[in-house]
Nanobody, 122 residues
Framework: QVQLVESGGGLVQAGGSLRLSCAVSGSSIFSITAMGWHRQAPGKQRELVAATTNGGSTTYADSVKGRFTISRDNAKNTVYLQMNSLKPEDTAVYYC???????????????WGQGTQVTVSS
């Protein structure tokens, strides 16, 4: 009932920029409490990149602070990740993550996008 559709990944040179988008659709009574982005490189565990809460607070991995910015458009149920000054080590599959529930009576849970590839060449 809840779908997360990501877009914006691609191949860029070091120093370039990309903006990832994640649009949430499905249940009309789905309530989002937090949104975030994770990434996973080959042979490594999935790690948190950035997250934001309904109150507007944000958190970032140390490796992306000052370069990445997470934002959201509540009217569009969309979360964005602006990535600037990209480095080869940023190469990974990026996953959108939503924390929320169906209605006020539902259990909170995490929902994930399919992932989008970001490749940064040197």
């Amino acid at each position: 009932q809840v779908q997360l559709v990501e877009s914006g990944g691609g191949l860029v040179q070091a120093g370039g920029s990309l903006r990832l988008s994640c649009a949430v659709s499905g249940s009309s009574i789905f309530s989002i409490t937090a949104m975030g982005w994770h990434r996973q490189a080959p042979g490594k565990q999935r790690e948190l990149v950035a997250a934001t809460t309904n109150g507007g607070s944000t958190t970032y991995a140390d490796s992306v602070k000052g370069r990445f910015t997470i934002s959201r458009d509540n009217a569009k149920n969309t979360v964005y990740l602006q990535m600037n000054s990209l480095k080869p080590e940023d190469t990974a599959v990026y996953y959108c993550n939503i924390h929320g529930r169906i209605g006020w009576w539902g259990n909170y849970g995490d929902y994930w996008g399919q992932g989008t590839q970001v490749t940064v060449s040197s």
